[in-house]
């Protein structure tokens, strides 16, 4: 039996949502169909069908990516997505105990100028308003070295700023090449020169952030949906002690988002259609 292209969590005629898994691409490539996500959505879905994925993960990142199959459903949940009626949540693995059990970043981001990696942002003063907030759900050690489970928010979509604002705050992400330990990681990783001594600080493959949830607000009614944690993260937090029951191990979709979501495009037709009579 061959292997799934992705975890699905939910599909109806209009919605799928899946659980990405970490190391895949969403944009296109050119090593076939299966190395990137809209590859797998053609596959799955058939060349004549419609994929449009309404938000985007990292390479790296596993988790919840929402797609819809008409056009009409797409824009309305990119509006969603644009009004800020969605409400996001990760799970981090970071380096380090914070002593507060909860913080917010409120840093501005922009270009990393001085970087030679050309993806590379950072905080600073005339970047764009970012905020995250951070709680830690478990301080734990791996091999006598300090290492938390964090539960995230973002207040704002910045490219890379969950990332961001974790090294910014002294705790970065565990296996991020970019932002992680080792500033050189990303530039060897891409030459395939990584070294025994980098790939060990960096101790996983794919950098330890999971998009675990998502909440839509449709039709003034909030609809959630969770992704279970990927293997490599949940492999970790397991054998360094971690508590099971803190970790997302199953997906749930709410069995309100089909009638929710059929209800809420109604309301958007009708109202366009009332706004054009009165125009």
Not at 195 to 201: C, G, I, K, L, T
Not at 220 to 248: H, Q, W, Y
Not at 251 to 263: A, H, K, M, N, T
């Amino acid at each position: 039996m061959s292997e799934p292209l992705f975890p699905v969590l939910f599909e109806n005629a209009d919605l799928l949502v899946i659980n990405k898994p970490a190391g895949l691409v969403c944009h296109p490539t050119k090593n076939g169909p299966t190395s990137s996500l809209i590859g797998r959505l053609r596959l799955y879905l058939g060349d004549d069908a419609e994929a449009h994925m309404i938000n985007r993960l990292d390479r790296e990142t596993s988790g919840l990516v929402v797609v819809a199959k008409r056009k009409e459903g797409a824009g309305f949940l990119r509006k969603l997505w644009e009004r800020r009626e969605v409400a996001k949540t990760y799970f981090a693995i970071v380096h380090g105990h914070p002593e507060e059990s909860e913080f917010s970043v409120n840093a501005p981001l922009g270009d990393d100028e001085a970087s030679p990696v050309y993806v590379k942002d950072c905080v600073r003063e005339d970047g764009a308003p970012s905020e995250t907030h951070f709680v830690v759900v478990e301080r734990f050690f791996e091999n006598q070295t300090p290492f938390s489970l964090m539960k995230v928010a973002p207040r704002t979509g910045r490219k890379h700023q969950i990332r961001i604002h974790l090294s910014h705050a002294g705790f970065p992400l565990v296996g991020d090449k970019i932002y992680g330990v080792d500033p050189d990681a990303y530039l060897s990783f891409c030459m395939k020169e990584l070294s025994e001594e980098q790939a060990r600080r960096l101790l996983l493959d794919c950098h330890a952030l999971h998009a675990s949830g998502l909440e839509l607000t449709l039709g003034g009614v909030s609809v959630g949906m969770t992704a279970p944690i990927n293997d490599e993260m949940k492999g970790f937090c397991l054998r360094a002690g971690v508590t099971a029951a803190t970790l997302p191990l199953k997906g749930f979709v709410d069995p309100q988002l089909e009638d929710r979501f059929i209800e809420a495009i109604c309301e958007q037709i009708d109202l366009a259609q009332r706004i054009k009579r009165s125009s």
